[in-house]
Every structure is written in structure tokens, then in C-alpha cells.
Nanobody, 119 residues
Framework: QVQLAESGGGLVQAGGSLRLSCAAS????????LGWFRQAPGKEREFVAA?????INYADAVKGRFTISRDNENTVYLQMNSLKPEDTAVYYC???????????????WGQGTQVTVSS
């Protein structure tokens, strides 16, 4: 089993930055893809970014503004710059064995962390 714990959310003004962290524990290995998803009020959960070894995927909406990184098997980060009000959502960390797909086919999910961007 894999457990995921997000941190780093908060309130920021438009144009500002935040850095989210996700600490993974349990049976987590470098072969697991770690990803970020988000869900805004009244909307479906959507893919943000994912990473596995040197393979990285981004949603078009965040390309050039967000950067995903992983410093070991257990920790993944999401550096979010030039934030917009439409980035407001609960951000979830997710893990799956295999490629860092942009679908919701992840087996393990964190509880989420709130990001609010004010205009």
C-alpha cells in the first residue's frame, strides 16, 4: 500500500507562487509515477502534471507556469508560478505503477490541499 500526504497549499494573489509537496510512504518505488490533479468547485477532477524518471507530462493549462519535480522515490513537488484565479482548486497527489499518464488511472490518492488564488 502507498500513502500520500500533500502540503503547501494556501491563499495567494494572482501572479504569485506556491510550492506544493507530496510525501509518499509505504511501498513506493522509483518505478511509480507520481502526479498532481486538481478539482475546482463544481468541476470534475483534472490532470495537472505527472513524473516518472525522466518522463514528465503537463496539462496544457499549466505548461510554462508549473513545474513538477521529484527528489527521490518518496517526494514530489509542484512549483506553481504566475498563478491565476482559475487555478483555484483542491490539489491532489496520486501514484500509480507505470507511465505518468494524464488520465485518472492512478491507484493511490492523497487527501488534497486547498489552493486559492485571489484576483
Amino acid at each position: 500500500q502507498v500513502q500520500l500526504a500533500e502540503s503547501g497549499g494556501g491563499l495567494v494573489q494572482a501572479g504569485g507562487s506556491l510550492r506544493l509537496s507530496c510525501a509518499a510512504s509505504g511501498h513506493i518505488f522509483s518505478g511509480h509515477a507520481l502526479g498532481w490533479f486538481r478539482q475546482a468547485p463544481g468541476k470534475e477532477r483534472e490532470f495537472v502534471a505527472a513524473i516518472r524518471w525522466s518522463t514528465i507530462n503537463y496539462a496544457d493549462a499549466v505548461k510554462g507556469r508549473f513545474t513538477i519535480s521529484r527528489d527521490n522515490e518518496n517526494t514530489v513537488y509542484l512549483q506553481m508560478n504566475s498563478l491565476k484565479p482559475e487555478d483555484t482548486a483542491v490539489y491532489y497527489c496520486a501514484a500509480r505503477w507505470g507511465v505518468p499518464t494524464n488520465t485518472s488511472e492512478y491507484d493511490h490518492w492523497g487527501q488534497g490541499t486547498q489552493v486559492t488564488v485571489s484576483s
